[in-house]
């Protein structure tokens, strides 16, 4: 599976727009790109996913570009609750079965 | 929205009991998962079970831990002898199906705690 590289960190303020970048250089060509979002003491939750160019759902968007050795998650106008590590994925087309989660980028938002 | 539930939310234990930690998958899913995130790291992948048997089992999963779905709607994943390393928190996670976009659904998880 690829490795997946995405910054430890990051700070925003309330209403700001967020992009959080992943490197995935090694992505294979059935692989496709999943973001997760874990509160503390919570489990991880499905965020979107995507294989290419832009997708969006009405929590996020996610763009790869055309060499998908990347892909970036855009939250538009963060708030509060909002804060929390986001993990970037590189899931298996060929019938991936297990998930492996990297460090994850802890996002915290400031009023 | 189905959710996937685990009990109970907290579990304290002595170190060389054995514990069962409970699931209960969203009821259309065929794919069920063991993960487990030691306070302040990384969530790791204990073990994958599809059709009653276990698909990949990560190199934590010795032969202290077992899983079974004993009914239509259970999964569990048992300890037989924990150790203080065991505590962590506990999440169980279920999918529709494998290879194409389905994403995994994660349940709040069971925090361990061993003594």
């Known amino acids: 599976l690829a490795k997946t590289t995405q910054p430890i960190s990051m700070d925003s303020y309330e209403g700001q727009e967020v992009n959080i970048t992943c490197s995935h250089n090694?992505?294979?060509?059935?692989?496709?790109i999943t973001w997760y979002q874990q509160f503390p003491s919570q489990g991880p939750r499905f965020i979107i996913q995507?294989?290419?160019t832009k997708v969006t759902n009405e929590v996020a968007s996610l763009f790869i570009p055309a060499d998908r050795k990347s892909s970036t998650l855009s939250l538009p106008r963060v708030s509060l609750s909002d804060t929390a590590v986001y993990y970037c994925?590189?899931?298996?087309?060929?019938?991936?079965?297990?998930?492996?989660f990297g460090g994850g980028t802890r996002l915290m938002v400031k009023p | 929205e189905p959710e996937v539930t685990q009990t109970p939310s907290h579990q304290v234990t002595q170190m060389g009991q054995e514990v069962i930690l409970r699931c209960v998958p969203i009821?259309?899913?065929?794919?069920f998962y063991w993960y487990r995130q030691i306070l302040g790291q990384k969530v790791e992948f204990l073990v994958s079970?599809?059709?009653?048997?276990?698909?990949?089992k990560s190199e934590i999963f010795d032969d202290q831990f077992s899983v079974e779905r004993p009914d239509g709607s259970n999964f569990t994943l048992k300890i037989r002898s924990t150790k203080l390393e065991d505590s962590a928190m506990y999440f169980c996670?279920?999918?529709?199906?494998?290879?194409?976009?389905?994403?995994?659904?994660f349940g709040n998880g069971t925090r361990l705690t061993v003594t």
């Open positions: 994925l590189v899931v298996s087309g060929d019938a991936g079965n297990m998930l492996t």
């Open positions: 090694n992505i294979a060509t059935n692989d496709y």
């Open positions: 996670a279920s999918r529709l199906k494998t290879g194409t976009s389905s994403p995994l659904h």
């Open positions: 995507g294989y290419k």
């Open positions: 009821s259309n899913h065929l794919y």
């Open positions: 079970f599809y059709n009653n048997e276990i698909s990949e």
